[in-house]
């Protein structure tokens, strides 16, 4: 098969995790042109990818006054942008791999999905989860109409301390008034598409949210905190804090890629000198977490009723000790429930002999691919968008914009009754 000439817009993480995929992991694709205003980056997909210069630019317009000269985009822009650099493409007919979420209003989120219908482009929304072994399972069993109609969907999300702290406390994520995204958009439109998705016989009627910054404030910051914690906080505090800079940073880095982005160097090439200096002067994680001023909650459950009765909840918590994602179906003829992160789901069917039920596990953790970020959910993104670009059928992940709509409209109209204390209809 011939390799797919990929232009690549916003060169940052993810769309190097894409590119990756793409091009090393399958094989299947070459970057042939990236657009970012950040020279640095523009000079490691050289690197990393053999862009040619002259298709290095530094603003969408220098990519779309070539016409369309690439076989389709990944754009890994950051929320805001997602509309604004997808949009103009769209009339050259280029079929997008956009990350999540598609953006952070509805009035932009429908005009995307009509404009990609009207030139007929396919938009796929990076719903990653929805390509990981795990989930595709779970869709798989339900299709299958082993447990029969879905009547309640309830997933939990554990956003560990580590990328609590790094994305949605210190992080890029942990102001909506900066970048235009509640916890729910950022963290779990995953989480509200896979209860649209896995449940799609039907839609959404009504939804109620609560939710708060109830625990990582500055009122429960441990008695003597400083403001950062390598200048001013005492020894005997940091050593209890779960936040503190140094284990978190400088001992066990566990997502090295994000918090050296402020310092303009990547991770690989930063020293340890350079990485103290800036904990303890400019960089936002070397600031006390409680103290950091974020504005987002720091837990939230939303619960949704579908217009077919059954119904849909999701939970997430900021700061849990085990990061995952667990899930239980309660379907008329049975349930599956399971851990994302170890792999495994156990499906149940009441036993009429014994008046109880009867169980069998099925081993996902085995299914090489789910070892792979994401639950495996990143590569099988890609060889899905791979596949239909190139001209075959879509899966039962495809996560097109037309079938992204729900889930996505779900979290505006969920952080609607955060903040207005009332449940809140899904007329669409
Ligand atoms: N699917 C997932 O599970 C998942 C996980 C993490 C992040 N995300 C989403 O991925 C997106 C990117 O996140 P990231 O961490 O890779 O961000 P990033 O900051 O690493 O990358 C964004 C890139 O966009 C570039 N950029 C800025 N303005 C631009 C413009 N006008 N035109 C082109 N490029 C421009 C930046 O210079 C940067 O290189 C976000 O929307 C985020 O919410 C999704």
Not at 38 to 50: A, P
Not at 94 to 106: R, T
Not at 346 to 371: G, L, Q
Request: charged share 25%; with cysteine; net charge negative.
């Amino acid at each position: 098969m011939k390799k797919l000439e990929v232009l690549v817009i916003g060169c940052g993480d993810r769309s190097t995790v894409y590119a990756n995929e793409g091009c090393y992991g399958l094989g299947a694709m070459t970057v042939k042109a990236c657009v970012d205003p950040d020279v640095k980056k523009l000079e490691l997909m050289r690197r990393q990818f053999g862009v040619p210069a002259e298709n290095c630019f530094t603003s969408i317009d220098q990519a779309l006054a070539k016409g369309k000269f690439c076989d389709c985009i990944i754009n890994g822009t950051m929320d805001s942008l997602h509309v604004p650099t997808t949009l103009p493409f769209l009339s050259q007919g280029y079929d997008v791999l956009l990350e999540k979420p598609v953006c952070n209003n509805e009035k932009e989120l429908l005009m995307l999905r009509d404009e990609a219908e009207k030139y007929n482009c396919r938009i796929f929304v990076c719903h990653v989860l929805r390509y990981s072994p795990f989930y595709r399972k779970i869709k798989e069993l339900i299709l299958s109409g082993e447990i029969g109609e879905v009547r309640n969907i309830a997933t939990y999300e554990h956003v560990g301390v580590f990328l609590s702290s790094v994305s949605f406390i210190r992080g890029k994520w942990s102001r909506e008034r900066e970048c235009g995204s509640s916890l729910l958009l950022a963290k779990c439109s995953h989480d509200t598409d896979m209860l649209c998705w896995l449940n799609n016989v039907t839609t959404p009627d009504t939804v109620v949210s609560v939710g708060g910054r109830d625990f990582i404030t500055e009122e429960n910051a441990p008695e003597g905190a400083g403001t950062r914690c390598l200048v001013d906080c005492p020894p005997e505090v940091r050593e209890k804090c779960i936040y503190d800079a140094q284990t978190m940073y400088l001992d066990n880095c566990l997502l090295p890629w994000y918090p050296w982005q402020c310092t303009g160097k990547d991770y690989r090439e930063i020293t340890e000198e350079e990485k103290i200096e800036s904990l303890k002067t400019y960089n936002p994680h070397g600031v006390c977490a409680y103290k950091a001023g974020g504005d987002l909650v720091d837990h939230q459950t939303v619960n949704v009723r579908f217009k077919n009765g059954s119904f849909g909840s999701h939970t997430v918590t900021l700061g849990s000790f085990r990061d995952g994602r667990d899930i239980f179906v309660a379907g008329t003829l049975g349930e599956i429930d399971g851990r994302a992160d170890e792999g495994r789901l156990t499906v149940r069917h009441y036993d009429r002999k014994t008046s109880w039920y009867n169980s069998r596990v099925i081993d996902i953790s085995e299914d090489a691919e789910s070892a792979g970020s994401h639950y495996g959910g990143d590569r099988g993104l890609v060889r899905d968008f791979i596949n239909t670009v190139s001209g075959g059928e879509l899966s039962i992940s495809a996560t097109t914009i037309d079938d992204s709509v729900n889930g996505q409209l779900l979290v505006f109209r969920a952080d609607e009754s955060l903040r207005t204390g009332k449940a809140v209809k899904f007329s669409k």
